[in-house]
């Protein structure tokens, strides 16, 4: 069991004011491994108060200069990709080459993209007889989830350091030790004391404390949607800047014309991806009622590409397990057919779940509407592209989704979808392009330019 102590606040590793701890648990073997100290509001209120007294000075740092600091932790972070990626495989389970590539590679190209982007950002521009000026917004409480330890909070620290706000980073307290590694890597690129601070604890203690600190200007938060309207409601009430990315349950759609086999196979890899883990996962995959069984027979022999253990790693923990295996449940008692998977446990120790492709699903069930997060599909019937475009949108999230078939049809039916982020013919990934959602997945945006913009305030002076 190895022993985690002190926070990083004010550019120096801090004992906690208190003595709790947080355990660290294996997912793949039930274990736990580590602690690390369970901060509290005495903490909190530590790091605000460096990040308090460090944003004068940083704010006014030439964006060159931040940008240098930029480069040199997308380097640090480069340096500890192996490390980190082994971290992210014991917290969280992710496969090592799936942590090695994306968990601890992704990191790395989003902080290197914002180097680039200060590049030339305008910072001022000339409207008629006014100076408009982006300035940053402060103090920022970043909060972290857990399925992405360390892109999430360099999606959210990075732009906010570019833009020259300081951060108080409250990492998920299944997944604390890849933050931890990241306050190293802050250590290493020389960041002045207080600019970026990292204190771990419990959500409803140290994420509630960082919250309704009278000391931050904005957070930025990723998780649930039920906690993110409980933080948006004590933002509020404080007139204080929110950026949430909050649930999905994203559609795919696979258009007559598409290539099905592709289609199926792309969907079903999404879900699969990250054990199901991802917000932006296509767990309802639509296809039209003449295509429907073909559509249904490929995706059980997709999915049995996907072994537990080895091409998909466990749930977080014993309890994402459950509330999984309840969806499964749920979806069988509401007349969904299994094709693929179920309930039982695929393996005998660990916190896995069976990859599972639900037939038979209907737009009303439970599993249709509320996010599972874990591998679990659903395959819905449509009868035109009307019909498809309706059971699509029939939900109150809008984060992501993805459209199958002739470029041109499929590009009309994506601009239709109620959604911040669409694939089309399975378009790759964009870590420049604008990520976050419609509806009750979220306000604001990250990632590129529009996750800098997120950070700024703006001010106009006339002449």
């Not at 957070?219 to 990315?245: C, H, N, Q, Y």
Request: hydrophobic share 45%.
């Amino acid at each position: 069991m190895k022993v985690h102590d002190g926070m990083y606040i004010d550019g120096a590793w801090r004992s906690a004011v208190g003595t709790g701890t947080i355990a660290v648990v294996n997912p793949a073997t039930e274990e736990p491994f580590a602690t690390v100290p369970a901060g509290g509001a005495e903490d909190v209120d530590a790091a605000v108060r460096a990040a308090r007294a460090a944003f004068p000075g940083w704010s006014t740092t030439p964006p060159a200069e931040r940008a240098a600091r930029l480069a040199a932790l997308r380097d640090a972070l480069a340096a500890h990709q192996d490390e980190i990626a082994a971290t992210v495989t014991a917290e969280l389970g992710a496969p090592p080459k799936i942590a090695h590539a994306v968990h601890a590679g992704l990191p790395i190209t989003v902080t290197g993209s914002y180097v680039d982007i200060l590049a030339t950002y305008p910072f001022e521009e000339e409207v008629g007889n006014s100076t408009v000026l982006l300035e940053p917004v402060g103090v920022v409480g970043a909060i972290t989830p857990w399925n992405y330890p360390l892109h999430q909070v360099v999606a959210k620290v990075a732009p906010a350091l570019a833009a020259g706000c300081t951060v108080v980073v409250k990492p998920a307290e299944e997944t604390p030790l890849t933050a931890r590694l990241f306050a190293r890597c802050v250590h290493e690129a020389g960041f002045p004391a207080g600019v970026v601070n990292v204190v771990t604890g419990l959500g409803h203690v140290a994420g509630q404390a960082l919250v309704d600190h009278d000391g931050v200007d904005m957070i930025s938060f990723t998780g649930s949607t039920a906690v993110g309207r409980r933080i948006g409601a004590a933002a509020g009430g404080a007139v204080k800047r929110v950026a949430l990315e909050l649930g999905g349950k994203s559609a795919s759609v696979i258009l007559p014309g598409a290539d099905l086999a592709a289609a199926v196979a792309g969907s079903v890899a999404s879900v699969m991806f990250n054990s199901g883990q991802r917000c932006n996962a296509f767990t309802r995959v639509l296809v039209r009622s003449d295509q429907y069984e073909e559509a249904v027979a490929l995706a059980a022999e997709a999915v049995a590409k996907y072994p537990a253990g080895d091409r998909i790693g466990p749930l977080v923990s014993a309890a994402q397990r459950d509330r999984v295996v309840s969806y499964i449940e749920k979806g069988v008692a509401e007349g969904a057919r299994v094709v693929a998977g179920g309930a039982q446990p695929p393996l005998a120790r660990g916190y896995y779940v069976a990859p599972t492709v639900f037939a038979d699903v209907t737009p009303g069930m439970t599993i249709a509407q509320e996010e599972i997060f874990g591998p679990v599909v659903a395959f819905l019937r449509y009868e035109d592209e009307e019909d498809a475009l309706r059971i699509a949108n029939d939900t109150v999230y809008g984060l992501a989704g993805a459209v199958w078939g002739e470029p041109a049809a499929a590009a009309a039916f994506a601009r239709r979808m109620e959604a911040g982020q669409v694939d089309v013919n399975g378009g790759r990934f964009n870590p420049l392009a604008p990520f976050g959602g419609y509806k009750q997945s979220g306000i604001g945006r990250e990632l590129g330019v529009h996750g800098l913009t997120e950070y700024l305030h703006t001010k106009s002076l006339q002449f």
